[in-house]
């Protein structure tokens, strides 16, 4: 299936849309993105583990649970429409959810181990959809969303805060 067109998505979405430049499939995808996603993952430093680039930002565990979480709604969303399920998904606050996850008090290497099992998950069930599955749209968080959108919005938020954590953090 083709690269998601305007009005797949909410607009708030397109910035990681476009960070999926230059593939027009999920097949295209995983085959770009998903061992450069794990392999940039598996090299965080231990010791960067709670570092954070300023007071009040999230360390660098807040945001691989983050980058976790958001996958798991992303991936949920995505299986619920695809499965017919016509529910107006709710939205999350990610800000909560990072308030409440307990990050700090995990390893790094127990959020690499998790990210790197949901992300081979993720892949997994994206690349058993069908055209049909794929063209199958819902709504979240009152915003109608395509599965084959929610994809490429999957991997967009992945490499969003790849960048973020090069840029920033390492």
Same mark, same amino acid.
């Given at each position: 299936m083709a690269r998601p067109s305007i009005g797949d998505y909410a607009s708030f979405y397109?910035?990681?849309i476009a960070k999926t430049e230059g593939c027009d499939s999920i097949t295209?995808?995983?085959a770009k993105y998903s061992d450069e996603i794990n392999a940039f993952i598996k090299s965080i430093p231990d010791d960067k583990a709670h570092f954070a680039y300023a007071e009040n930002k999230w360390t660098v565990n807040d945001l691989?649970?983050?980058m976790i979480d958001a996958e798991r709604i992303f991936t949920y969303r995505a299986l619920?429409? $695809?499965r017919k399920d016509d529910k107006n998904l709710p939205g999350f606050d990610?800000?909560?959810y990072a308030a409440t996850a307990n990050a700090n008090n995990r390893t790094l290497q127990s959020l690499k181990e998790?990210?790197?099992a949901v992300r081979k998950s993720t892949d997994t069930f994206f690349a058993s959809l069908t055209e049909a599955q794929l063209q199958t749209q819902g709504?979240?968080?009152n915003n109608p969303v395509t599965v084959n959108?929610? $994809?490429f919005i999957t991997f967009g938020h992945v490499l969003h805060h790849i960048q973020i954590l090069k840029e920033r953090y390492l």
């Open positions: 397109q910035a990681y295209a995808l995983i691989l649970q983050h619920t429409f $695809a990610e800000n909560e998790e990210f790197t709504k979240a968080n959108a929610i $994809a």
